[in-house]
Each structure stands twice: as structure tokens, then as C-alpha cells.
């Protein structure tokens, strides 16, 4: 990381005011917001309903295992790096992390399996070997993301689309004019099988749609840009695991001074005539000056807005993908297994059309994540410690007990023939995560673990603002609100709604001024 001066650490001093502000929600995003409208001179109280902090970003440990309950890969450290900056603080002296060599091994049976190299060159010369598919091809894809990521993060990442300052200028209307020439009108799968020959290349490149719950037949081609991110600007994993990064900002917003109100379930906004005036806490109302919610979007809707304010529930076709996860503690260790591993479904297609239909897929894509082979301590001598996920429905009331028994039954089927041993022998502990679980620990309304879809070119125009267009002083952020989901958009989440907030009171205190000076 490049040093940062002692000018930048310092936070911006001249614009600090004072003002009362309750952020609902101790995750990624709201630890974000806390830090940031605390170092803006707010007093911040967070409200968090479990007993620790880090929303989605949690693990578990269990028999000498340690595993990581939400997020495996860490990107664009640049985010975390501005918060801490911009906090006077050095996130070198709160976290350490590493870049990735090798993002993720997919397989596909008989011990067969492509390396997805982060240098770009070798994963070109590595699917030239194992796909037969054009290196310069490759190349051309890559500047082609590059420039697709150049072109459209400035505006749907960092700034609002909903905010009028920030979409409508000039540059701006250039890059929304650009969009149906770069994939926004062709579905992801369309886009990149425009680009390559192969079409396990295709599905390989298709996959990052899955990261904010959408589905690579029908998100826009735009999601493309994913891929820049992970092997143009790379991938990380944090020393300590993924863990490490709630831990540095729970480090970050304690010496801020902000207050941390655990096992503290937030029971409605308090609204008087379209303004927030507070929040209520075990029957009592509690005031403050503006309200930063940071949790699910759709979990507010239903339960956080009295009855003359409630907001529309979230449809379930509008709602992404969930997901069931087995968490096992292996003895043994697999020497053909990666930090991040991928076993593509044999009916890829026919999957997102059953998890779009809500219903189950007769056969899932494996994902098995193995924070072991990089973090020793999360696994005895001898012994790994295995996330394995597969995408499902939200949650719409079905069986889930014997849904995770058959689909149990079927994932160690399949590992066991693609790693020639009886995985269930091998297991010495073991959890189950299904919609129902995320739902009860996450708030993520429905299981729904990446909130709204991104399934239409209209999606990022259809999230949910970052401030509500009709309630004054109540702000949104977290993955399920624009820009998305994931760590470092979230983050861009909390900075959006946070320095839509507090020019909001700079405006206010402004009025006040010229009208005391009348």
C-alpha cells in the first residue's frame, strides 16, 4: 500500500458539526457510518440486535475448528483504506492482508481442475492448456471489463443515482449514454460468450454474478466489471481471516467514541410528520437528530416503519438468491483443494432456472472454501476446516430440514467421487446454515443473503435509495441498498449515506444561521 501522509490521515475538521445520530445495524456497512459520522464530530449511538457485531461477517467455532459464517474474498482494499483515512486513522496499523496468487481452483471431475490465476497472462496460457481457448481472446476480455469497470464504477459505486447532484453532469450522461454499447442490454452469459470460444470459459467468467444473488442468464453484461476487480485489481484475504476485517473496524469505531449497544433490537423509526425524530427500544423512544439504517432494506420495510409509513413489501421474485451451507470439520487434508474451490453443476442453466422459480435445483454448484490452507489455526494437526455452500431459494416456507437432508446427501455424493474418498467418514464436526438460519441471524428478509436481484439492465436504477425520498433525516445503507452487496460496496453504501447525511446538516445549520442573523 502506498504511505499515507499525515495530512490525509487527519480527519476533515472543518466540516464537523454537531448533531445526534442512530445508526440501526453493526454491520460492514454501519460500523462504516458510525466511524465516519463520528469522526465528522457526530455523537453516535449503534444499535445492533445480536450480541456481537459484524452482520453477515461472523464465524464459529466448534471442536478447534474456526469458520468464517458469510464473506470468503476481500476486494478493492482501497475502500477500507479511504475509511481509515479519512477516520485520521492508518488501516496498516488495524489490519494486515495479502493478495491472492491463485483466486479460485474450479474442477470439473476425474481429478481435472482449471486454476484461475490472478495474473492475467498465466490464467490466459492456463485456459489455453486446459480449454484450448485463444490467450489473445483473454487479453482482449480483459481490457474490454477494464474498461467497462473505468467507465461505469464512478458512477454507480461511489456516487447515488438517485441523488440529482451526483448522476446528472456532464461526464455522467456520457457514461449512461454508453451503456447499451458495453453489455448493459445483453444478459452477462450473452456478453461473455460474445468474447471466447469455449464455453467452460464462459461459464468460468458468468459466475460473478452470483456474488450480489443474481442469475448469469439473465444479470445485465455490465456485472462483467466484477471480473477487472478480482484479476485486474486482485483479490486479498486478511491475516487472521475474514474475520480481521470486523475487527479492525470494531476496533476503529470504539476509539471514535462511538456507543455500541449490543443484544439491542431497534422496534420502529420514530416519525412525526415526515421527519425522523428517533427510534424506539423496548417501548420507549429514544430522539435523535437523523437515523442511519443499515440493515436489509426489505426487513425494514416490514418491520422497522409504523403502520401509516409502512413501506411496500419486498416481492419475492424481486428478491436474490439465498444459499444452504455445511460447515464440517474434516480430518484429513486435501492437497487438491484450494483456499476457494468451485464444482460447476452438470445443468447449470436448468439450476438458476429452478432457484428463480424458487424452487430447489436438482443439482447444485459446490462451492467449498477452506480458510485453513492459508490460516492454520482455524483447524487442528491434521485436519481442514470446510465451507461448503450451494445457491437456493429464498425462503418461502418450504421444508428446509429435509431439503438440507437431501441436498446433504447429494453434495457428499459428488465431493466424494471428485476426491476418490468417502467424505462423510471424514467428518468430525459439523453445522447446517439454511434460508431460515440467515433470516434469524442476518435480518436478511427471506434468506435473501444479497437483498434485490440484479437480474435487468433496470436494477441499479430499482435499489433503494440511499436517503428516503419522503422522510426527512433517514438515511439506508448495507448490501441490500445502492450500490449492492459485497464488503467494499458496502462500504461505498455507508459513504454515499453518510455524506448525503451530513450535507444535510450543513445545509441545515447554514438556515439556521441566516436566520438568526435576520
Given at each position: 500500500?502506498?504511505?499515507?501522509?499525515?495530512?490525509?490521515?487527519?480527519?476533515?475538521?472543518?466540516?464537523?458539526?454537531?448533531?445526534?445520530?442512530?445508526?440501526?445495524?453493526?454491520?460492514?456497512?454501519?460500523?462504516?457510518?458510525?466511524?465516519?459520522?463520528?469522526?465528522?464530530?457526530?455523537?453516535?449511538?449503534?444499535?445492533?440486535?445480536?450480541?456481537?457485531?459484524?452482520?453477515?461477517?461472523?464465524?464459529?467455532?466448534?471442536?478447534?475448528?474456526?469458520?468464517?459464517?458469510?464473506?470468503?474474498?476481500?476486494?478493492?482494499?482501497?475502500?477500507?483504506?479511504?475509511?481509515?483515512?479519512?477516520?485520521?486513522?492508518?488501516?496498516?496499523?488495524?489490519?494486515?492482508?495479502?493478495?491472492?496468487?491463485?483466486?479460485?481452483?474450479?474442477?470439473?471431475?476425474?481429478?481435472?481442475?482449471?486454476?484461475?490465476?490472478?495474473?492475467?497472462?498465466?490464467?490466459?496460457?492456463?485456459?489455453?492448456?486446459?480449454?484450448?481457448?485463444?490467450?489473445?481472446?483473454?487479453?482482449?476480455?480483459?481490457?474490454?471489463?477494464?474498461?467497462?469497470?473505468?467507465?461505469?464504477?464512478?458512477?454507480?459505486?461511489?456516487?447515488?443515482?438517485?441523488?440529482?447532484?451526483?448522476?446528472?453532469?456532464?461526464?455522467?450522461?456520457?457514461?449512461?449514454?454508453?451503456?447499451?454499447?458495453?453489455?448493459?442490454?445483453?444478459?452477462?452469459?450473452?456478453?461473455?460468450?460474445?468474447?471466447?470460444?469455449?464455453?467452460?470459459?464462459?461459464?468460468?467468467?458468468?459466475?460473478?454474478?452470483?456474488?450480489?444473488?443474481?442469475?448469469?442468464?439473465?444479470?445485465?453484461?455490465?456485472?462483467?466489471?466484477?471480473?477487472?476487480?478480482?484479476?485486474?485489481?486482485?483479490?486479498?484475504?486478511?491475516?487472521?481471516?475474514?474475520?480481521?476485517?470486523?475487527?479492525?473496524?470494531?476496533?476503529?469505531?470504539?476509539?471514535?467514541?462511538?456507543?455500541?449497544?449490543?443484544?439491542?433490537?431497534?422496534?420502529?423509526?420514530?416519525?412525526?410528520?415526515?421527519?425522523?425524530?428517533?427510534?424506539?427500544?423496548?417501548?420507549?423512544?429514544?430522539?435523535?437528530?437523523?437515523?442511519?439504517?443499515?440493515?436489509?432494506?426489505?426487513?425494514?420495510?416490514?418491520?422497522?416503519?409504523?403502520?401509516?409509513?409502512?413501506?411496500?413489501?419486498?416481492?419475492?421474485?424481486?428478491?436474490?438468491?439465498?444459499?444452504?451451507?455445511?460447515?464440517?470439520?474434516?480430518?484429513?487434508?486435501?492437497?487438491?483443494?484450494?483456499?476457494?474451490?468451485?464444482?460447476?453443476?452438470?445443468?447449470?442453466?436448468?439450476?438458476?432456472?429452478?432457484?428463480?422459480?424458487?424452487?430447489?435445483?436438482?443439482?447444485?454448484?459446490?462451492?467449498?472454501?477452506?480458510?485453513?490452507?492459508?490460516?492454520?489455526?482455524?483447524?487442528?494437526?491434521?485436519?481442514?476446516?470446510?465451507?461448503?455452500?450451494?445457491?437456493?431459494?429464498?425462503?418461502?416456507?418450504?421444508?428446509?430440514?429435509?431439503?438440507?437432508?437431501?441436498?446433504?446427501?447429494?453434495?457428499?455424493?459428488?465431493?466424494?467421487?471428485?476426491?476418490?474418498?468417502?467424505?462423510?467418514?471424514?467428518?468430525?464436526?459439523?453445522?447446517?446454515?439454511?434460508?431460515?438460519?440467515?433470516?434469524?441471524?442476518?435480518?436478511?428478509?427471506?434468506?435473501?443473503?444479497?437483498?434485490?436481484?440484479?437480474?435487468?439492465?433496470?436494477?441499479?436504477?430499482r435499489r433503494y435509495p440511499n436517503k428516503h425520498p419522503r422522510i426527512h433525516g433517514l438515511y439506508f445503507c448495507s448490501g441490500s441498498v445502492h450500490p449492492g452487496g459485497g464488503i467494499p460496496i458496502c462500504l461505498h453504501s455507508a459513504q454515499i449515506a453518510t455524506r448525503w447525511l451530513m450535507d444535510g446538516l450543513h445545509k441545515s445549520k447554514g438556515k439556521h444561521r441566516s436566520h438568526s442573523s435576520?
Amino acid at each position: 500500500m502506498p504511505p499515507i501522509s499525515e495530512k490525509s490521515r487527519r480527519p476533515h475538521r472543518h466540516r464537523k458539526i454537531q448533531a445526534r445520530v442512530a445508526v440501526v445495524g453493526g454491520g460492514i456497512a454501519g460500523m462504516a457510518s458510525a466511524a465516519r459520522l463520528a469522526a465528522s464530530g457526530c455523537q453516535v449511538v449503534l444499535f445492533e440486535a445480536n450480541d456481537t457485531l459484524g452482520g453477515k461477517l461472523s464465524d464459529r467455532h466448534s471442536a478447534g475448528f474456526r469458520f468464517d459464517c458469510g464473506p470468503s474474498l476481500f476486494t478493492l482494499p482501497e475502500t477500507l483504506e479511504e475509511l481509515f483515512s479519512d477516520c485520521g486513522k492508518d488501516l496498516r496499523d488495524y489490519l494486515q492482508y495479502d493478495k491472492l496468487d491463485l483466486i479460485t481452483r474450479y474442477h470439473y471431475g476425474k481429478g481435472t481442475y482449471v486454476d484461475a490465476w490472478a495474473d492475467q497472462e498465466k490464467l490466459g496460457i492456463e485456459l489455453y492448456d486446459k480449454f484450448n481457448e485463444d490467450p489473445e481472446k483473454v487479453r482482449k476480455y480483459f481490457k474490454k471489463v477494464q474498461w467497462l469497470y473505468n467507465l461505469t464504477a464512478p458512477v454507480f459505486l461511489r456516487k447515488s443515482i438517485h441523488r440529482r447532484s451526483d448522476l446528472w453532469s456532464f461526464s455522467n450522461f456520457f457514461k449512461l449514454f454508453a451503456l447499451p454499447f458495453v453489455g448493459a442490454f445483453q444478459s452477462l452469459y450473452e456478453f461473455n460468450r460474445s468474447a471466447f470460444d469455449r464455453e467452460r470459459t464462459t461459464q468460468l467468467f458468468s459466475r460473478v454474478a452470483t456474488y450480489n444473488g443474481s442469475d448469469p442468464y439473465k444479470a445485465p453484461g455490465t456485472l462483467a466489471l466484477i471480473n477487472h476487480v478480482e484479476y485486474g485489481l486482485g483479490a486479498y484475504y486478511p491475516r487472521g481471516g475474514m474475520i480481521a476485517i470486523r475487527d479492525a473496524l470494531k476496533k476503529l469505531i470504539e476509539e471514535l467514541g462511538v456507543e455500541v449497544r449490543l443484544g439491542t433490537k431497534v422496534e420502529r423509526f420514530h416519525v412525526f410528520q415526515n421527519r425522523i425524530l428517533g427510534v424506539k427500544v423496548d417501548g420507549e423512544r429514544i430522539p435523535f437528530d437523523r437515523v442511519v439504517s443499515a440493515v436489509d432494506i426489505a426487513y425494514a420495510k416490514e418491520y422497522l416503519f409504523s403502520r401509516d409509513l409502512l413501506e411496500p413489501k419486498m416481492k419475492a421474485k424481486d428478491l436474490g438468491m439465498s444459499a444452504m451451507v455445511f460447515q464440517w470439520g474434516i480430518k484429513g487434508s486435501f492437497p487438491q483443494l484450494d483456499l476457494h474451490n468451485l464444482f460447476f453443476s452438470r445443468k447449470y442453466r436448468k439450476e438458476f432456472e429452478a432457484v428463480g422459480s424458487k424452487q430447489v435445483p436438482q443439482e447444485s454448484t459446490i462451492y467449498l472454501y477452506v480458510s485453513s490452507k492459508l490460516n492454520k489455526s482455524d483447524a487442528p494437526d491434521g485436519h481442514e476446516n470446510w465451507f461448503v455452500m450451494v445457491n437456493m431459494p429464498c425462503d418461502q416456507k418450504q421444508d428446509w430440514e429435509k431439503i438440507s437432508q437431501i441436498t446433504r446427501s447429494s453434495i457428499l455424493a459428488r465431493l466424494s467421487s471428485e476426491l476418490e474418498v468417502n467424505v462423510e467418514d471424514l467428518i468430525v464436526d459439523e453445522n447446517v446454515m439454511t434460508p431460515i438460519t440467515f433470516e434469524k441471524t442476518t435480518r436478511s428478509y427471506a434468506g435473501a443473503l444479497y437483498g434485490p436481484h440484479s437480474n435487468s439492465v433496470f436494477s441499479a436504477f430499482r435499489r433503494y435509495p440511499n436517503k428516503h425520498p419522503r422522510i426527512h433525516g433517514l438515511y439506508f445503507c448495507s448490501g441490500s441498498v445502492h450500490p449492492g452487496g459485497g464488503i467494499p460496496i458496502c462500504l461505498h453504501s455507508a459513504q454515499i449515506a453518510t455524506r448525503w447525511l451530513m450535507d444535510g446538516l450543513h445545509k441545515s445549520k447554514g438556515k439556521h444561521r441566516s436566520h438568526s442573523s435576520e
